[in-house]
């Protein structure tokens, strides 16, 4: 079980792409489960956290609703909640559960 960034085509934007992190299980299949980040963005915690579900069988992904951005303070995660386009946002979680039922590791299985 290895996880890693990928890149999928976020919902309805006609061709704007997102990033997230999946997390798929050393059988290579299982349910897939969306994991949404708090307002410190899609940080080690949040990776780790697909690791884990992977562990437990699942096909774990994590949108990265930032953007490659991150906070370590609670104003920096303020900030970051204020910059966030909730349409945007919106795009980019229904095009990542779009990107698990195409997978290959969840066909069959729900997410």
Same mark, same amino acid.
């Given at each position: 079980?290895?996880?890693?960034?990928?890149?999928?085509?976020?919902?309805?934007?006609?061709?704007?792409?997102?990033?997230?992190?999946?997390?798929?299980?050393?059988?290579?299949?299982?349910?897939?489960?969306?994991?949404?980040?708090?307002?410190?963005? =899609? *940080?080690?915690?949040?990776? +780790? !956290?697909?690791?884990?579900? @992977?562990?437990?069988?699942?096909? %774990?992904?994590?949108?990265?609703?930032?953007?490659?951005?991150?906070?370590?303070?609670?104003?920096?995660?303020?900030?970051?909640?204020?910059? =966030? *386009?909730?349409?945007?946002? +919106? !795009?980019?979680?229904?095009? @990542?559960?779009?990107?698990?039922? %195409?997978?290959?590791?969840?066909?069959?299985?729900?997410?």
């Amino acid at each position: 079980m290895t996880g890693n960034m990928v890149e999928f085509e976020a919902a309805g934007s006609n061709g704007r792409t997102a990033t997230g992190y999946l997390a798929v299980p050393a059988s290579g299949r299982g349910p897939g489960v969306l994991v949404l980040h708090a307002w410190w963005g =899609l *940080n080690e915690f949040f990776k +780790s !956290l697909c690791e884990r579900l @992977a562990g437990e069988g699942f096909v %774990a992904l994590a949108p990265d609703l930032y953007h490659g951005r991150t906070a370590a303070s609670i104003d920096g995660a303020k900030q970051l909640m204020s910059t =966030l *386009n909730s349409d945007e946002a +919106s !795009l980019d979680i229904t095009g @990542a559960i779009d990107y698990l039922l %195409a997978q290959q590791a969840t066909q069959g299985d729900k997410v």
